[in-house]
């Protein structure tokens, strides 16, 4: 099966269960967005969501955040009916500074205009990639990124547990960690939050981080994206 025959818009359908594994991560993200929105510095906050599906991660949070009008915000979705769920939510909640994009969220080109991000959301990607491209996409987040940007970063624990590789990775390419998830509950949920250290390299476009994967051995269950 492809990401192609997938269906992106039903596999969102567990968000409106609490109890799934699905909601359960869709809280600690949201909290990491919020921390990451508050410690932003004053002024103008960028922020980024890479394969942003329904924008309930951003959405969830900023309407009721103190930042919210200091937010300009882009969310790259590459089925076009969540992104329309994601614009109708926007218009909802009167959240102008959001722009939601269709478009391939593994192209740095998507991101043209909207660097250096203060905030980078990247929620739902690495459960779905090959090892070496959930570490390319680590070594070009800080082109995204300002200096001081916090990224939120999901993947599922089920084994073999790749986080600990993960989190080797955002050290090399310069980021520290301010927290990581441990299992959550019954599930195997991993979620964490970094803050960009270094100075951010020059945003490259022209560029592609990753590509999804969802072989019978690749694909990730329902729920754990």
């Given at each position: 099966?492809?990401?192609?025959?997938?269906?992106?818009?039903?596999?969102?359908?567990?968000?409106?269960?609490?109890?799934?594994?699905?909601?359960?991560r869709?809280?600690?993200?949201?909290?990491?967005?919020?921390?990451?929105?508050?410690?932003?510095?004053?002024?103008?906050?960028?922020?980024?969501?890479?394969?942003?599906?329904q924008?309930?991660?951003?959405?969830?949070?900023?309407?009721?955040?103190?930042?919210?009008?200091?937010?300009?915000?882009?969310?790259?979705?590459?089925?076009?009916?969540?992104?329309?769920?994601?614009?109708?939510?926007?218009?909802a909640a009167?959240?102008?500074g959001?722009?939601v994009?269709?478009?391939?969220?593994?192209?740095?080109?998507?991101?043209?205009?909207?660097?250096?991000?203060?905030?980078?959301?990247?929620?739902g990607?690495?459960?779905?990639?090959?090892?070496a491209?959930?570490?390319?996409?680590?070594?070009?987040?800080?082109?995204?990124?300002?200096?001081?940007?916090?990224?939120?970063?999901?993947?599922?624990?089920?084994?073999?547990?790749?986080t600990?590789?993960?989190?080797?990775?955002?050290?090399?390419?310069?980021?520290?960690?301010?927290?990581?998830?441990?299992?959550?509950?019954?599930?195997?949920?991993?979620?964490?939050?970094?803050?960009?250290?270094?100075?951010?390299?020059?945003?490259?476009?022209?560029?592609?981080?990753?590509?999804?994967?969802?072989?019978?051995?690749?694909?990730?269950?329902?729920?754990?994206?």
């Open positions: 099966m492809t990401d192609r025959q997938r269906d992106w818009v039903d596999w969102h359908a567990p968000y409106d269960d609490p109890e799934s594994p699905l909601a359960r869709l809280l600690l993200v949201q909290a990491g967005i919020a921390e990451g929105l508050a410690a932003a510095p004053p002024g103008p906050v960028r922020v980024i969501s890479v394969c942003a599906g924008g309930r991660d951003l959405l969830g949070v900023l309407p009721d955040h103190p930042r919210r009008d200091d937010v300009t915000a882009r969310l790259v979705e590459l089925d076009p009916r969540n992104a329309q769920v994601a614009r109708d939510a926007v218009a009167g959240v102008a959001v722009e994009v269709t478009g391939d969220a593994a192209a740095t080109d998507a991101y043209t205009n909207a660097t250096p991000a203060n905030l980078v959301v990247a929620a990607i690495f459960g779905n990639v090959p090892d491209d959930i570490r390319r996409t680590i070594e070009l987040l800080p082109t995204l990124c300002a200096p001081g940007a916090v990224v939120v970063w999901t993947r599922n624990r089920r084994p073999p547990d790749r600990p590789a993960i989190r080797e990775w955002f050290t090399g390419a310069g980021f520290g960690e301010l927290w990581f998830s441990g299992p959550v509950g019954d599930t195997w949920i991993g979620a964490g939050a970094v803050r960009l250290e270094r100075d951010p390299p020059p945003f490259r476009p022209g560029l592609t981080m990753f590509r999804f994967v969802a072989t019978a051995r690749d694909a990730t269950p329902r729920g754990y994206r």
